[in-house]
């Protein structure tokens, strides 16, 4: 055994990483001991594997699981880092993300966001025939399935000689999250015949009233706009004589010069 191999202690000293550390990277196999006396167990490791453990190490700081440390090792340098400031990427959104749900919570026990609630209406809504086309997803699928969605949608109406169809409405059946998928609708309004076709369907849509709130516009992006959400919850709750009577939904364009509307069917 060359003098120049380390005992898995000192190396484990020189690298900072624990003696648990450094069996549990050796049974997935992302680093492996040099030697392995076959008498006594002990392990032995290269100095030149030094600089792959500390790369193990600070990967692992981040939080990273040893399956993904294992596949981020497999890299070139340059490919590492693109993954990783991928994933810090994603780790900055979700931070956005939590930091606004506590903050939803703090508005919920205090009652703030006044402003928001003091603009918030009630209108009356016909009876109107919708194609809508549905689908289970992510937070982040959602603009690119709404877009597409919605031009399938006029496509096909301008296909069977009726106009273009009226408002759009987005109605979010399910919660939907960075981390689970729910069932979002897409739907427009339009008058005619029609027949469904592929994924497109057709539905009616009764006479209702709605609790509606105009989104400004620093609060069009998620996850702000959970807080339009929470403003018409919280005016709701805090009236005996409303009450919500199905899954909330967003009309595109919305009031008083608004992107969109959030909205409530009530009764």
């Known amino acids: ?7 898995a202690g000192r190396f484990g000293a020189a690298t900072r990483l624990s003696p648990k550390a450094l069996r549990l990277y050796a049974e997935q196999g992302i680093l492996v001991p040099a030697y392995t006396d076959p008498a006594t167990g002990y392990r032995y490791y290269a100095p030149e594997q030094a600089a792959r ?14 399956a993904r440390v294992a596949q981020l090792i497999k890299l070139d340098a340059d490919s590492r880092l693109v993954e990783l400031r991928s994933w810090l990427e994603a780790q900055g959104e979700r931070l956005a993300e939590q930091t606004e749900l506590v903050d939803a919570i703090a508005r919920q026990s205090d009652g703030r966001d006044a402003q928001l609630i003091s603009r918030i209406a009630v209108r009356e809504v ?3 025939k919708l194609i809508s086309c549905q689908r289970h997803l992510t937070i982040e699928a959602l603009d690119g399935f709404v ?7 006029r496509g096909y109406l301008r296909s069977c000689g009726i106009a273009d169809g009226g ?4 109605h979010f059946h399910e919660t939907v999250s960075r981390d689970s998928e729910g069932l979002v609708e897409v739907a427009i309004a339009y008058e005619g015949s029609l027949e469904p076709v592929e994924d497109l ?15 400004p516009a620093a609060c069009e992006n998620f996850p702000l706009i959970l807080r339009v959400y929470d403003a018409i919850e919280s005016w709701l709750d805090a009236r005996s004589d409303i009450h919500c009577m199905g899954s909330p939904y967003e009309i595109y ?7 969109f509307d959030v909205a409530y069917p009530i009764t």
Do not use: N
Request: hydrophobic share 45%.
């Open 1 to 7: 055994m060359s003098e120049s191999y380390l005992l």
């Open 126 to 128: 016909g009876a109107s």
């Open 253 to 259: 364009p919305g009031s008083d010069g608004a992107t």
């Open 53 to 66: 453990a500390r790369l193990i190490a600070r990967l692992r700081r981040l939080g990273l699981p040893v």
């Open 147 to 153: 877009a597409s969605a919605e031009a399938d949608i």
């Open 167 to 170: 408002a759009m409405t987005v």
């Open 201 to 215: 369907r057709i539905r009616f849509q009764a006479k209702r009233r709605e609790v509606f709130l105009p989104v």
